[in-house]
């Protein structure tokens, strides 16, 4: 694809409610990251992806977030029991190991919880 | 731990002004460092890194490892620079990007 693709792009859920965010990273990019945006809280690291190395998790906030990445492609972030504060706009970046520091990234998925 | 600070949440400016978006950091090794840039309704993309020592769109930053400081500066500004701004620091060797919470920057017509 032209680009890192996110879905939804937009969505809404009741607490306690579990949502799943899906990243389509560049094809060959193996380095895959997600990102919380919250306003005054800027660019919040969650968690990040390395071929076929463990994941750095270092980031999640709770043991309700959770990530998985398949073939070294496609990865989900799950989040359980959703609360109020998990409201953000979620970004997925992926970048090619050789070009280390540019991350290009998706559009977000934006999640609202009520 | 490594800490990314942008201390300015908005930032406006007079076009044909100079501007300077201010970035300190804290890490205790060898630290790379990045300017992003999200305009208005487009994806969060790199603007610059300090290791090309580059120029883009009028825009510089160096790397003061004395004062910690990784400050973007532009002499003129233009309309089109109004956008969000993040500075990030990345380890040496690794892969993760840590991002200052962003300024706003606003540039007067």
């Known amino acids: 694809g032209a680009g890192v693709s996110q879905s939804p792009s937009n969505k809404v859920t009741e607490k306690g409610k579990d949502v799943e965010l899906r990243c389509d990273p560049i094809s060959g990019h193996t380095a895959l990251y997600w990102y919380r945006q919250s306003l005054g809280q800027g660019l919040e690291f969650l968690i990040y992806f390395q071929g076929n190395s463990a994941p750095d998790k270092s980031g999640l906030p709770s043991d309700r977030f959770s990530a998985e990445r398949t073939g070294g492609s496609v990865s989900t972030l799950t989040i359980q029991r959703t609360q109020q504060e998990d409201s953000a706009v979620y970004l997925c970046a992926s970048s090619l190991v050789v070009r280390t520091g540019e991350l290009f990234f998706g559009e977000g998925s934006r999640l609202t919880v009520l | 731990a490594q800490r990314v600070t942008q201390p300015e949440k908005l930032l406006s400016v007079f076009k044909g002004a100079p501007v300077e978006l201010k970035c300190n950091y804290s890490y205790s090794g060898s630290p790379e460092l990045f300017w992003y840039v999200q305009y208005s309704r487009q994806r969060l993309q790199l603007l610059l890194r300090?290791?090309s020592r580059e120029s883009i769109k009028g825009f510089t930053a160096d790397l003061n490892k004395g004062e910690t400081s990784f400050h973007l500066k532009k002499p003129f500004a233009q309309e089109e620079d109004s956008a969000m701004y993040y500075c990030?620091?990345?380890?040496?060797?690794?892969?993760?990007?840590?991002f200052g919470t962003g300024t706003r920057l606003t540039i007067i017509p």
């Open positions: 300090h290791i």
């Open positions: 990030a620091l990345r380890n040496f060797g690794n892969e993760k990007l840590t």
